[in-house]
């Protein structure tokens, strides 16, 4: 369309806005694994081809612009041009990718965005119980609670209980230790308030559902999901 400022200023702004997307990716990258770590790497790989031949790209349309080239089509900026078309192509293949990646996997993104609170008490089935018939204290315990798994830690008379699922990545905080309340997932030490599951450190930003324990009439437990 000859804008060529114009081109050049949203290529610009295209490839710092890729590289800041790259420092978050990066971040993400380290705390994947398994299946998911084999398409992220596909994912960022593409994505640093894109971006180099965007670079290319932008040096092509530099060089032009300093040596006085003009028309187009014609002239020095048509490989810029193609670059700047075989770039898309492969930052659309990388985004297929990538969507793949988060929306078909779910990596980094909450594993409970999606789940029902529930108002009913549902009858709780813990994994394991000590020689008196109750809950081991002091240690994280696995339960299940209808089609969810919990994770539950008694100390004195007081239980309380997460999902097991870990919202960041999946691991399971069965598996985990208790630090200063706090319930730390084993696989990448995001950390989780035993009280009401907000998020304390670690890599998650999301919190973790948290419910309500108390005993069942007929004996036993029941749980529901705590509100909010």
Sequence with gaps: MGQRSAADIALVVGILTMLASAVTGAADYADTDGHARQRATV????????LLVYVASLAVRLSAAGGGAEGVGGDDRAAATWASVIGFLVLIAGAWVGGNLVFGLGNMVSRHAFRGSGTKWIA??????????DIPAGRPVKA???INALVLVREGGVLLALHDTCAHAGGQLSGGSIEDGCLVCPWHGSTFRLIDGRARRGPTVYDQPAYEVRRAD????????RPG
């Design 144 to 146: 299940k609670l209808g």
């Design 124 to 133: 709780l089935e813990p994994a394991e119980l000590d020689d008196d018939g």
């Design 218 to 225: 007929t004996g036993g437990w029941e749980a529901r999901r």
């Design 43 to 50: 994912h960022s790989s593409l994505m640093m081809v894109s």
